[in-house]
């Protein structure tokens, strides 16, 4: 029943892509994808199939308030990522 509850609602697609952008918003990851061109290419592939494409599927199940925290975790996520490129350029 729980199972069923998190497709419906797109908890599952939520976590795959929270999962994936946290991954690649780690410093080391990103120096990685850029110095290592296979990383590179693995991190362009698993962005939209692990955050983009599920995303998609699950926005229109996904209640107000599960939206609304998609895009505060987004802001916040890229202002802590751009600051930490800022201070350590």
């Not at 029943?1 to 991954?23: D, E, K, N």
Request: positive net charge.
């Amino acid at each position: 029943m729980l199972r069923l509850l998190h497709a419906r609602r797109g908890l599952t697609a939520v976590g795959a892509r929270q999962l994936s952008t946290s991954f690649w918003m780690l410093p080391r990851a990103l120096n990685e994808a850029v110095s290592d061109p296979p990383i590179n290419l693995g991190k362009c592939l698993s962005l939209p199939l692990l955050a983009g494409l599920p995303l998609r599927l699950s926005w229109s199940r996904m209640p107000p308030l599960g939206r609304a925290f998609i895009w505060a975790n987004f802001i916040v996520k890229f202002t802590a990522v751009g600051a930490l490129y800022l201070m350590a350029a």
